[in-house]
């Protein structure tokens, strides 16, 4: 049976993983997720949906967002064979995070090259306002300001590795429910953050 590539239009037969012309994985998702070694009917990486990963990674103070890079790294460390320490490589994660956007980028192109991820530049911006948001000289308002800008970088990514697993998956699993104890970290969390944006900004209220 012949396909058409979605990229370029290129007839390709079904059993093609990749289009023989521009390289774009094919419609035959069992054949490409075999050529290119990533796990049949598996999504990659960390297929948590925005809405949660922006919610816990607040909530919890940035602990989510160094699960999300453990998850990420523990993926690489599977289908890879490298030799990494995802625990190590999530706790010290502005050392790796150009590495691991790195990573998801390269596999991007391989998948689907007609989809391609600035993974430098936000990978750059991350630790650049990771910096701001911790330099004792910056004003409190910006310092705030920079934890939620925090999560620009970190969603292009995750949409990106979204749209990786559609590409792939015809029906992808998105790690999207929160559970009880999801919901007790953001009860806390976010009761913490209210006390301490009043107590910060709003002292007067809390006399």
Known sequence: MLVHCPSCQHVNSDSDAVCKNCGTVSGSTSAA????????????????????????TICTFGLYQAFWMFQCWNYVKRTDSKKVLPLARAIFGVLYCYNLFGE???LGKTINPSKRLAAGPLAITWILLIFLE??????????????????????IVQNYILGLNKYLVKDQ????KFSVLN???IVLGGGLWIIGVMARFFPKLLN
């Open 33 to 56: 997720t075999k050529n290119l070694g990533l796990p049949e009917g598996e999504g990659v990486f960390f297929p948590v949906s925005l809405l949660k990963l922006a919610v816990m």
């Open 104 to 106: 998801i980028g390269d």
């Open 134 to 155: 911790r330099l004792p000289q910056v004003p409190d308002s910006l310092s705030l300001f920079c934890t939620f800008l925090l999560l620009v970088p970190l969603l």
């Open 173 to 176: 699993y998105i790690n999207s």
């Open 183 to 185: 919901w007790v970290t």
